[in-house]
């Protein structure tokens, strides 16, 4: 059995307490006081995640912007320089190889930031495709640590360690040089909680004495560690997606509700074809919420049906939600049965047990968009 990989804050893990767990190969924390201490903590002050896992592709050469709107299904051929953006990329069949944030940092350079599980495969196949166009591929990802804060108080905290007026910093763009308690850092505003919030990227022996800096600026307005247990959570309620779960390469983003990241008005990408016939004829199943009516949990993989006990899909994520309440999925389903408040059945441990389709997002995100 290989050995666990650990990010350069795994010293900080064991410190504060979290309770590791082998996450993708990965040795990460679930948790540290509580998942649902944390959840609360991100939603009402601030939380802390490390994200150095993830993987960080560079993009570079004459053709990069050519290539990169090749690559993915969003358009790229508007953004700005230090603009971000977030698409699937998809394989010619339109089954999803992995949804990412495209970070522009010129014409002929760009960061490609992809799942952790999904970083060599995703290095693979960019590189594979990058062949006809002038550009050169690098996975960086070694070279690269990531931490994210998270909450309505991100901004306060972290405006405490950094001269840039963070105000400044509109949603979905990026500081590519931003000092952080005295080390330089990029900084976006971005996230993936449905909260306002930052993601930063710095050099690995930076990451220790920026997560103690933030953590200490952070502590009387209650922010917390937090682990991939309310990371999920929180991108649950939000309806985020995750890939292996809302998306896979079985299925395309269209099925996954994902459509406004799907521009088949541009030229040529990988996958259109496919994406505009499916769009054309119509979809037959799509990712819905269900909001559970009977007491039980629906966890992923278990089947849902119709009133006459016909199996219509299966749930692709499920939890109790923190913040409502409520016990809530999300499923992939037929068409016929995807309208809001359409009674259907979960079948948890061999029960049937009844649901109801729900408009989604559960959560409404609280992002800072002016």
Known sequence: ?????????????????????????????VQYSGIIEEHQAVRQRAGLFDVSHMGEIDVTGPDSSRFVQYLVTNDISKMEDCQVMYTPMCYTNGGVVDDLLVYKKSDDHYLLVVNASNTDKDFSWISENAEKFDVTTSNVSAKVAQMAIQGPLAQDILQKLTTRDLGNLKFFFADHECPVAGRTCLVSRTGYTGEDGFEIYCRPEDAEHIWESIMEAGSSDGILPAGLGARDTLRFEACLPLYGHELNADVTPLESSLGFFVKLEKDDFIGKDVLSKQKTDGLKRKVVGLEMLDRGIARQGYEVKDLDGNIIGHVTSGSTSPTLSKNIALALISTDFSKPGNEVFVVIRGKTCRAVTVKTPFYKKAYRKE
């Not at 050995?3 to 900080?12: F, G, N, R």
């Not at 504060?16 to 993708?24: M, N």
Request: net charge neutral.
């Open 1 to 29: 059995m290989s050995e666990l990989l650990k990010t350069p804050l795994h010293d900080v893990h064991i410190k504060y307490k979290g309770k590791l767990i082998d996450f993708g190969g990965w040795e990460l924390p």
